[in-house]
């Protein structure tokens, strides 16, 4: 495992700021993010949300059942994430997902949910930055040959 797919942490700037309170109670704006990376707390509830077999492939391992062969195969990002996104879709997950998200970040899932859209996607891209079988796809718009 080099050094590179070894991220602590990633900031994310904020192209919208999000409002917050203040230590002193007033208003104030958070404009920029820090997502850890993410601990066995954070795979135990992926895995619970999406799948054991999704959430292996993410981490870049093997799935259950898979041989010492199939380690030389790439993941199919696409695949993957259409196998993902489906299992994603309800309120409740979206939710959990969120929480995720927040707990990685050190924030409320009520930041999280008051981003603008445009930040959601850098989020999203910092989060599959963890996660090296799907980085190729992050970059590139496609998985890796």
Do not use: N, W
């Not at 917050?20 to 619970?48: F, Y």
């Not at 489906?86 to 309120?91: A, F, G, V, Y």
């Not at 963890?130 to 496609?142: I, W």
């Amino acid at each position: 495992m080099s050094k590179a797919s070894l991220l602590t942490e990633i900031p994310i700037p904020l192209s919208v700021p999000v409002a917050v309170a203040g230590a002193d109670g007033k208003d104030a704006e958070r404009s920029k993010l820090v997502m850890r990376r993410p601990k066995v707390r954070h795979a135990k509830r992926l895995a619970a949300l999406i799948g054991a077999d999704i959430v292996s492939e993410l981490m870049g391992q093997l799935p259950a059942g898979a041989t010492a062969e199939d380690a030389g195969e790439k993941v199919d990002g696409r695949a993957l994430v259409a196998d993902l996104l489906p299992k994603l879709m309800s309120q409740e997950r979206l939710d959990a997902f969120t929480q995720i998200v927040a707990d990685m970040c050190g924030e409320d899932a009520a930041i999280i949910d008051d981003l603008d859209l445009v930040d959601l996607v850098a989020v999203g891209k910092a989060f599959l930055d963890f996660f090296p079988a799907l980085r190729s796809l992050q970059l590139t718009g496609s998985p890796q040959s």
